[in-house]
C-alpha cells in the first residue's frame, strides 16, 4: 500500500540550514508536499513538487526529488526559530491527486 | 489563496452525544472535500473523502455509521461524530480541493474534539 516515512525529530542551531527527509512507497505519486504545522494549528503547505521535477526552490526553501529512490528532501537555510514546528511530507494518492498520504511527521527543534 | 474554514475550532462534549464539525470554502467550490484525524504527537490519517451530492468514500478501519459524513453543496462539508467517546477526541481537520492541479488544495485549521 501506499506509505510515506520520515524521521521523526531534527535539531538545528539557528542560522544554519535544515534538511528534513522523506520516502514514499508509491512512484505513481503526481505530486509531493511539505506541510508545516505548528502547535495547536493547522497545516501550512510550504511547497510542492510535481513529479516530474528535480528540484524546486522556493526562497529560503529548496525541495529535492530522487524519483528513482522516492526520496524527497526539504532543506530549509537560515533556518530561524519561527522554523521551530512540525514538517509532515506527504504524498498525492494513486486514488486521485487530491488525497493525500502523510507521513509521521518531523519535529524540528532550532536552538540558538 | 482560497480559504477553508472549519467550525468548531474547539468543541468538548458528553460521551453518548453527537458532534458536528463544519468545512466550508470560503471562496470557491469544491465538488470533493477529504476529512483527516489527528491523534497527539501522530500524523494526519485520511478518514474519508466526501463528495458533493453523493455517499462519502470511507477509508479501510473507519465506521461509516459512527462518522457521518454530508456534502450538500458545494461549499460545505459536514462530519458528525455519533455517540461519540472519549477515545473519538482528536483533532479533525478537512481538506478542499479548489480544481486544477499542484497547489490547489486547501486545509481547514482543524477542530480539536474532547470527549468527557
Known amino acids: 500500500g501506499e506509505d510515506v516515512e520520515q524521521s521523526l525529530f531534527l535539531s538545528v542551531r539557528e542560522g544554519d540550514s535544515s534538511v528534513i527527509n522523506c520516502t514514499y512507497t508509491d512512484s505513481s505519486s503526481t505530486y509531493l508536499y511539505w506541510y508545516k504545522q505548528e502547535p495547536g494549528a493547522g497545516l501550512q503547505l510550504l511547497t510542492y513538487i510535481f513529479s516530474n521535477m528535480d528540484m524546486k526552490q522556493d526562497q529560503r526553501l529548496t525541495v529535492l526529488l530522487n524519483k528513482k529512490d522516492k526520496h524527497l528532501s526539504l532543506r530549509i537555510a537560515d533556518t530561524q526559530t519561527g522554523d521551530s514546528a512540525i514538517y509532515f511530507c506527504a504524498e498525492s494518492s494513486s486514488g486521485g491527486y487530491n488525497k493525500l498520504i502523510f507521513g509521521a511527521g518531523t519535529r524540528l527543534a532550532v536552538h540558538p | 489563496g482560497a480559504v477553508v474554514s472549519q467550525h468548531p475550532s474547539r468543541v468538548i462534549c458528553k460521551s453518548g452525544t453527537s458532534v458536528k464539525i463544519e468545512c466550508r470554502s470560503l471562496d470557491f467550490q469544491a465538488t470533493t472535500m477529504f476529512w483527516y484525524r489527528q491523534f497527539p504527537k501522530q500524523s494526519l490519517m485520511l478518514m474519508a473523502t466526501?463528495?458533493?451530492?453523493?455517499?462519502?468514500?470511507?477509508e479501510q478501519g473507519v465506521e461509516k455509521d459512527k462518522f457521518l459524513i454530508n456534502h450538500a453543496s458545494l461549499t460545505l462539508s459536514t462530519l458528525t461524530v455519533t455517540s461519540a467517546h472519549p477515545e473519538d477526541s482528536s483533532f479533525y481537520i478537512c481538506?478542499?480541493?479548489?480544481?486544477?492541479?499542484?497547489?490547489?488544495?486547501?486545509f481547514g485549521e482543524g477542530s480539536w474534539l474532547t470527549v468527557v
Open positions: 481538506s478542499a480541493d479548489e480544481g486544477g492541479s499542484g497547489n490547489t488544495i486547501y
Open positions: 466526501s463528495n458533493e451530492g453523493s455517499k462519502a468514500t470511507y
